[in-house]
């Protein structure tokens, strides 16, 4: 018998999650020495120096386990959004919550919704749990989720609903008004996933955070990371903020010490840096200014981002153009697998990096078109 046939329902026909290529992994392929990587969203300016410094002092006890409860990081956290530290639940990056999430809700016979072109990790965790995924089509030439016919796609079945604001892999964002009318209309049954892991680099009228509302709904999580403008991606470290009902239920089914001792006392001394945090996003604002320019100046259409990345549209299948960057040295983000096969995203790296990327992209251009 085929071991497929002993899994549990969902995991036959489930494709693992599409990696972007890392630099190691070009060098290894092509031989390329000089490689750059604008592929996954990270910070090219670092972590805060201040959390690089309380990693080291603190490998000396690394024979220890961590603090199970995280104790000291959800305080800090919960001081950090004006509330008791039972409303935070840490994760192994904030991938975990969404897997949390979904153990805990989802299951055969029930359905998760979330917009197209949505985090690849919405419909992943759907289907591990053996549920259906509801997915409902955003605006043809905004990109933008319409949040009425989300409203209207509503089932009986839908336990879930998973948004991120901004939207990734698209930077697409709502305004607060508009999120909390479409929040005020999802009946309580639902769990709803607000998915902030690039809330930091938004600088956009109107933009809030829904943590604000947590008190309005019962029903309500927000997640965040440590992995984007705070540059902890490899710590693996996320939390998300909920009324103390959810996050005691998330407690039920979250490992024992899934986030690891050097990774809490980063992320709590990299929530003390507003110093860095501000730089990020400062820099973050130039470079995308920087490609959007560059975009313009070669007649290329791009999706308004909110992010820390940007979405190019070449108006044909892009894979030819990512291959060419490729043996540039080049690595950017394809996102066919998220039903956008005409476009590249792009991470806003530094000046230099954003410059070479525009060099490789206009050889790309010319050898292709």
């Given at each position: ?59 000396g ?26 409303f935070?639940?840490?994760?192994n ?37 053996g ?7 955003v ?19 839908v ?31 639902v ?12 600088e ?37 903020v ?31 840096d ?8 400062e ?17 290329l ?13 070449f ?9 060419t ?12 697998s998220y039903d ?8 806003i ?21």
């Amino acid at each position: 018998m085929p071991l497929i046939d002993l899994t549990a329902p969902g995991i036959d026909g489930l494709k693992p999650y599409q990696f972007g290529k890392s630099i190691e992994k070009l060098q290894h392929e092509s031989g390329i020495t000089d490689a750059i990587k604008l592929a996954s969203n990270e910070n090219p300016f670092g972590p805060s120096p201040k959390a690089l410094a309380a990693t080291v002092a603190k490998l000396g006890e690394i024979s220890f386990y961590p603090d199970g409860s995280g104790c000291a990081l959800r305080t800090a956290l919960g001081e950090y959004h004006g509330l008791d530290a039972d409303f935070i639940t840490i994760g192994n990056g904030s991938n975990e919550i969404l897997e949390l999430v979904a153990r805990l809700f989802l299951m055969p016979g029930t359905q998760a919704m979330f917009p197209q072109h949505a985090f690849a990790v919405y419909p992943i965790v759907t289907q591990a749990a053996g549920a259906e995924a509801l997915v409902v089509p955003v605006g043809r030439e905004t990109y933008r989720v319409e949040l009425d016919s989300m409203v209207s796609a509503l089932s009986d079945q839908v336990r879930v609903l998973f948004l991120a604001n901004p939207n990734n892999p698209t930077g697409t964002w709502l305004t607060a008004t508009e999120l909390y009318g479409f929040i005020s209309r999802i009946p309580p049954r639902v769990i709803i996933v607000l998915d902030e892991a690039y809330f930091e680099y938004v600088e956009k009228e109107g933009y809030e955070s829904a943590i604000r509302w947590i008190a309005d709904f019962p029903n309500l999580l927000v997640t965040r990371t440590f992995s984007k403008i705070y540059g902890l991606a490899g710590f693996r470290i996320g939390y998300s903020v909920s009324q103390p009902e959810l996050a005691e239920l998330l407690n039920r089914v979250r490992q024992p010490f899934n986030t690891n001792m050097p990774a809490q006392v980063a992320a709590l001394a990299a929530l003390d840096d507003d110093t860095h945090v501000q730089q990020s996003r400062e820099k973050n604002l130039a470079g995308m200014q920087q490609l959007e320019s560059v975009f313009n100046d070669m007649g290329l259409s791009w999706i308004p981002s909110a992010g820390n990345f940007i979405c190019v549209n070449f108006n044909r299948e892009a894979m030819p153009i990512y291959d060419t960057l490729l043996r540039e040295g080049v690595i950017v983000r394809p996102v066919a697998s998220y039903d956008l096969p005409d476009c590249l995203r792009v991470t806003i790296g530094s000046e230099s990096e954003n410059k070479r990327f525009a060099g490789a992209l206009k050889k790309a251009m010319q050898a292709i078109f």
